[in-house]
């Protein structure tokens, strides 16, 4: 059995979609009760009290492990729930990183981080580590700004880097837990493209066929918006990628590419499926 945590969100529900697809035995956990596929056992559980994904660990030899944002947190200890899985039976761990421990080692969330990765190295079990950059679907916070007020409101408008569909990190996750070829193996999930903030806006437009004005927000108003979702620590991390990417940052990694034998999924491809969200 196959255990994806954050199994509603943009990552998870794609990839427990393609277990289920794929004729596994899933266990999906989430903070609340929600509609699973046919055959989806769904657990909910909250990943900051550990011992609350015991049951659904329980017959599970596979786990795929997303943290939310609160998890990043200093006071946080998801590396808790690498000890709970090795104990109950899992033998395979996936787990759904950040970019930013390579490129931005001294971040405190990604410092974070990167203590989740070494206790995942050291745990004994079978592993695989994804490294995406930013999502294609951090665009869905403009979602009711475009509805209501054709407006995207964004910091850093004409810097861009190459953000990854979820869709395709829930691809290379799913063969991650199903082939232990990929075993000890950290991939860097990216874009075929950079891509602004400002183009961002300017393909959603093009996708509903009717103007989209851009606004650019400062730092501090960027920073203000994310707070209500991320911890501070997280939100100035990423708030200095997008306002300065680096080289690494800017790279177009070959690794989905090379785990799904074809280029990643562009943004407006990203967007042609979630168009109506815009509408």
């Known amino acids: 059995m196959i255990v994806v945590?954050?199994?509603?969100?943009?990552?998870?529900?794609?990839?427990?979609?393609?277990?289920?697809d794929a004729g596994e035995q899933v266990t999906a956990v989430s903070r609340h009760a929600e509609t699973m596929p046919d055959g989806v056992r769904h657990v909910t559980a909250d990943l900051a009290e550990p011992s609350s994904l015991a049951p659904?660990?329980?017959?599970?030899?596979t786990?795929?492990?997303?943290?939310?944002?609160?998890?990043?947190?200093?006071?946080a200890s998801p590396a808790d729930i690498i000890g709970l899985a090795a104990a109950g039976g899992v033998r395979r761990l996936v787990?759904?990183?950040?970019?930013?421990?390579?490129?931005?080692?001294?971040?405190?969330?990604?410092?974070?981080?990167?203590?989740?990765?070494?206790?995942?190295?050291?745990?004994?079990?079978?592993?695989?580590?994804?490294?995406?950059?930013?999502?294609?679907?951090?665009?869905?916070?403009?979602?009711?700004?475009?509805?209501t007020r054709k407006t995207v409101a964004?910091?850093?408008?004409?810097?861009?880097?190459?953000?990854?569909?979820?869709?395709?990190?829930?691809?290379?996750?799913?063969?991650?837990?199903?082939?232990?070829?990929?075993?000890?193996?950290?991939?860097?999930?990216?874009?075929?493209?950079?891509?602004?903030p400002r183009q961002q806006a300017e393909t959603i437009a093009a996708a509903l066929g009717s103007p989209v004005s851009f606004h650019e927000l400062t730092r501090d108003e960027a920073k203000a918006m994310m707070t209500r979702f991320v911890p501070a620590q997280l939100a100035d991390d990423t708030l200095d990628i997008?306002?300065?990417?680096?080289?690494?940052?800017?790279?177009?990694?070959?690794?989905?590419?090379r785990v799904l034998g074809r280029a990643?999924?562009?943004?407006?491809?990203?967007?042609?499926?979630?168009?109506?969200v815009f509408r």
Not at 56 to 61: C, Q, R, S, T, V
Not at 106 to 111: T, Y
Not at 242 to 257: F, G, K, M
Request: proline share 8%; aromatic share 4%; net charge negative.
């Open 5 to 20: 945590t954050g199994a509603t969100g943009n990552v998870g529900r794609p990839l427990t979609q393609a277990l289920a």
């Open 56 to 61: 659904a660990l329980e017959g599970a030899k």
């Open 242 to 257: 997008t306002s300065a990417p680096n080289a690494a940052e800017l790279r177009i990694s070959p690794d989905v590419e």
């Open 264 to 276: 990643p999924r562009s943004f407006d491809s990203w967007v042609a499926r979630n168009i109506a």
């Open 63 to 75: 786990l795929f492990l997303l943290l939310s944002g609160d998890l990043h947190a200093p006071e």
């Open 154 to 196: 964004a910091p850093f408008g004409d810097v861009g880097v190459p953000v990854v569909d979820p869709a395709d990190i829930a691809e290379v996750a799913a063969a991650c837990l199903l082939d232990d070829r990929h075993t000890g193996k950290v991939y860097e999930l990216t874009g075929p493209e950079v891509i602004t």
């Open 95 to 147: 787990l759904l990183s950040s970019q930013g421990v390579a490129t931005r080692p001294l971040g405190p969330s990604r410092v974070a981080m990167r203590a989740v990765e070494d206790a995942l190295r050291k745990s004994g079990l079978d592993w695989a580590v994804l490294r995406p950059g930013g999502f294609a679907s951090n665009a869905l916070a403009w979602a009711e700004s475009v509805r």
